[in-house]
Every structure is written in C-alpha cells, then in structure tokens.
C-alpha cells in the first residue's frame, strides 16, 4: 500500500470547517484513499473513501486532487466530539479477500471552544 | 448494523500467564478479522489476519507461538496471549471485514501485565 503523509497535530475552534489534508504521492491506480478516526482510547471508526471522484457523507467530505497524490478530509462543522487522532490510508480493492489497513501516524485533532 | 464487540474490555494479569481475548461480529458474518496492537501514543500496527476456517497470517516480527489466534466461526476470533510479559501490556484492537472494502473496528481491550 501506498505511504501517506500527514501533519502532526491541527487545531479548530468549533463551528468552523475543519481540513485535514493527506498526501499520498506514490499512489496507485486501483488504490482507495480511507479516512478513519480514532477517539482515545477507543477503536478506529471508519469515516469515508473514495477513489477518483470526491465524496461526501453524513460525516464528511472527501476531496481527492485530479493527480490523485493528495487528498483532504473535511468535517463542515467540527464539534468538541471530533477530537481524535485522524488516519488517512490508501489501499488496494477487495478482490475477494479483505485487505489489510496499514495505519500511518495520522493528525491529531484538537477542536476548541 | 456492521458491530463488532470485544471482551474484556479491560484485563489484569500476572507475568507468564495466558490471556484470552474475544472479538465478536454482532450483525454480520465477518471472512476476515484482523488485529491488531497499539502502544500508548502510537499508531495501530496489524499483527494477524485471520480468515474462518483457515491458519492466520502474521505480520514480520509477531511469534504466532506467543499470539495464538483462532477465527474457527464467522462471528469469533480469539487471541491468546500466552506466557504474558509486561512489555505485552497495550491496547488491542480487533477488526471483522465481510464483503465490502470496510473494516470494522471493535472497541479494543487494553492488557495490563504486571
């Protein structure tokens, strides 16, 4: 899989838009970028993927680059509860068989009053 | 839907003995689990895959004599830590993957030895 690179740590104040921005220059053709977090001391929660295009759930946007070497994850309107640790991973399709998720460092989240 | 428990969610035991750990496909029949370990203020890192039925797979590194996995229904996958040592204790997380591209995390078990 395809290695990511992604700041630290990033700060919000709550209401506004957050951007959490992904780097993954090395990436493949048939590779998803997934976006998971992770709130302390809990298990990674899946958030969203995409491909090509850009995408956008009840959780967040997906913003994926025409080159496809980056990428940024939007939450809209960050609140107190979306503080976690934020993993961006590219990864290979099902082909029958589960792929695996290799977790990089990710960016940690702080929102702010 | 797509819920996947773990028990215990926490546990304490002596050094050199074994712990057992379940991960649990809720609503779903999960092909493959995964799990995994994760050191305090690190990232997560895969230490088997496991698909029903079959012999897990290892990540580099990881004894899969000290680790014993067992994934022997769709819904179940155990972890065994055997002959526990302090530097086991960490958080570990479970994952179950049916059809789709999605993992599934569990809420994770922190181990302590002591």
């Known amino acids: 899989d395809a290695k990511t690179t992604q700041p630290t740590s990033m700060d919000c104040a709550e209401g506004r838009a957050a951007n959490l921005p992904c780097n993954h220059s090395?990436?493949?053709?048939?590779?998803?970028v997934y976006w998971y977090r992770q709130i302390h001391s809990q298990g990674p929660q899946y958030i969203i993927h995409g491909l090509k295009n850009n995408e956008t759930n009840e959780m967040a946007s997906l913003i994926i680059t025409e080159d496809r070497k980056s990428s940024t994850l939007i939450l809209p309107h960050a609140t107190l509860r979306d503080t976690a640790v934020y993993y961006c991973i590219v990864r290979v399709p099902y082909t029958g068989t589960a792929s695996k998720l290799t977790f990089g460092t990710g960016t940690r989240l702080q929102v702010t009053l | 839907g797509a819920v996947v428990s773990q028990h215990p969610s926490w546990v304490i035991c002596k050094s050199g003995t074994s712990v057992k750990i379940e991960c649990r496909s809720l609503?779903?029949?999960?092909?493959?689990m995964f799990w995994y370990r994760q050191f305090p203020k690190q990232s997560l890192m895969l230490m088997a895959t496991s698909n029903e039925g079959s012999k897990a797979t290892y990540e580099q590194g990881v004894e899969k004599d000290k680790f014993l996995i067992n994934h022997a229904s769709l819904t179940l996958s155990t972890l065994t830590v055997t002959s526990a040592h302090p530097e086991d204790s960490s958080f570990y997380i479970c994952?179950?993957?049916?059809?789709?591209?999605?993992?599934?995390f569990g809420p994770g078990t922190r181990l302590t030895v002591l």
């Open positions: 090395t990436i493949s053709g048939n590779e998803y």
């Open positions: 994952s179950a993957s049916f059809s789709q591209n999605e993992q599934f």
């Open positions: 609503d779903f029949q999960a092909t493959t």
